[in-house]
């Protein structure tokens, strides 16, 4: 498969807790993106690491990539009801192709 | 609205039939992608356009599909003959050129086509 792998496949919190996700991938990368898509509808881009980088943040998200591994994580602070959604990292391989490969995406659930 | 703007929403047809999607991007941004989706996974690219040239096509593209971009705007993605393997959601991203201000690796998504085979 193309596909990065993402892990936890689904994942269920209460509101106001953490989330955790992680990402997988093959290749080299020039960078790594996290999106987050709502059932039915497109994805929106969340956050951008590159490879050059091992932490950034943006809001309540945190995102860390260690290329040694090939793995990435996600988190989401102080989760909310809204932030119910699937959430997928995105790779761009370092030479070669123009496309970007998706993980098999991770489907989170805040309860209220 | 200036999002990546993709039509029909929803399609149904039958086993056989033809099928035109139509993707119109950001007017502003070169790039343009498509990727097909199915239920519980992720995008999987089909391919991708750089103005009007196709630069890129992955080996799920089968000779039942084509995708243009003539001018280089709008972009449309046929099948034909279809099958009931190739009901999906069917995604149309955008970005812009290289060089641009910050945002040309981030991907700007339509909300899809969905595509049912009977």
């Known amino acids: 498969s193309q596909q990065g792998e993402e892990d936890p496949q689904a994942l269920s919190i209460q509101e106001g807790e953490n989330a955790t996700m992680n990402c997988s991938y093959k290749t080299s990368i020039n960078n790594l993106q996290w999106y987050r898509q709502n059932s039915g509808r497109g994805l929106v881009h969340l956050i951008l690491i590159r490879s050059n980088e091992r932490e950034k943040h943006s809001g309540r998200l945190r995102v860390t990539l260690d290329t040694s591994k090939k793995s990435s994580s996600l988190l989401i602070t102080a989760s909310r009801a809204a932030d119910t959604a699937s959430y997928f990292c995105?790779?761009?391989?370092?030479?070669?192709?123009?496309?970007?490969?998706f993980g098999t995406g991770t489907r989170l659930k805040v309860l209220a | 609205d200036t999002g990546v703007s993709q039509d029909p929403r929803h399609k149904i047809t039958k086993r056989g039939q033809n099928v035109t999607f139509r993707c119109d991007p950001i007017?502003?941004?070169?790039?343009l992608y498509w990727y097909r989706q199915t239920l519980g996974q992720g995008p999987e690219f089909l391919t991708y356009f750089q103005n009007e040239a196709q630069l890129e096509k992955s080996r799920l593209l089968s000779d039942r599909f084509s995708a243009e971009r003539p001018k280089g705007s709008f972009s449309t993605l046929e099948i034909q003959r279809t099958e009931q393997g190739d009901s999906a959601m069917y995604l149309c991203a955008s970005s812009p050129a290289p060089g641009k201000s910050g945002n040309n690796e981030k991907l700007f998504f339509g909300s899809g086509t969905q595509l049912s085979v009977l």
């Open positions: 995105a790779t761009e391989r370092t030479s070669g192709t123009y496309k970007y490969i």
């Open positions: 007017s502003e941004h070169n790039r």
